[in-house]
């Protein structure tokens, strides 16, 4: 996620020097990790009192189901070319070697984003704990300067733009989406007793 995070936060820095509008983040739910360093870009971030703000940090993940696969009797086969193609392959175990690599690799990126977060928020940032991958409340995203006010999306379209028309766009759900979404719903009222 923090590539395309990093990619956006590019694009509207770009947009706003480009067009010298000011641009304002809401956090209105969650804003952490790749969301928080695209709410950075803007002139200001704003969340409510209970929005989750933070997590500047990198994980790489991979599960390992070697064991798991070797009790069931299935051999995983993989044709690879490379010597470290096969770095996060879940049916082998990782070598110190690719450990080692992949914290780099992790602690790199991290700089990258703590860099940007710094010049973007020009240090308000008040406690170099809001780097260590943590996560608040808007409230207290605020004590850290994290974010500059406490405000909801609607108040900020009142105080700031005279209650303007807000446009919600929202992606139109695939034939996919629709089937999942019924089958989830049929059981939920079938087994569960919950009903619309």
């Given amino acids: 996620m923090l590539p395309q995070s990093k990619i956006i936060y590019d694009e ?17 739910d969650v804003g952490a990790s790749g969301g928080y360093y695209i ?7 704003f969340a409510s009192n209970s929005s989750i703000v933070g997590s500047i940090g ?14 069931l009797g299935i051999k995983a086969q993989t ?18 070697e690719h450990k080692t690599h992949l914290t780099k690799l ?5 700089k990258e984003f703590i860099s940007d977060i710094k010049i ?48 919600t766009y929202n992606k139109k759900p695939s034939i996919f989406d629709n089937i999942i979404n019924s089958i989830v719903m049929n059981h939920m009222r079938n087994n569960i007793g919950l009903y619309y």
């Fill in 12 to 28: 509207i820095l770009m947009l706003k020097k480009n067009t010298n509008k000011q641009i304002f983040s809401v956090i209105e």
């Fill in 39 to 45: 709410a950075a870009s803007a002139d200001k971030i």
């Fill in 58 to 71: 990198v994980r790489i993940d991979s599960l390992n189901f070697k064991s798991l696969f070797n009790k």
């Fill in 79 to 96: 044709i690879s070319s490379g010597k470290d193609k096969l770095i996060l392959d879940p049916f082998q175990d990782m070598t110190e």
């Fill in 106 to 110: 992790a602690n790199s990126i991290h």
């Fill in 120 to 167: 973007s928020r020009d240090n308000l940032i008040k406690d170099d704990i809001a780097f260590s991958g943590l996560f608040w409340t808007g409230n207290e995203a605020l004590g850290i300067g994290l974010i500059d006010e406490i405000s909801s999306l609607y108040d900020v379209n009142r105080d700031y733009f005279n209650n303007s028309k807000l446009i």
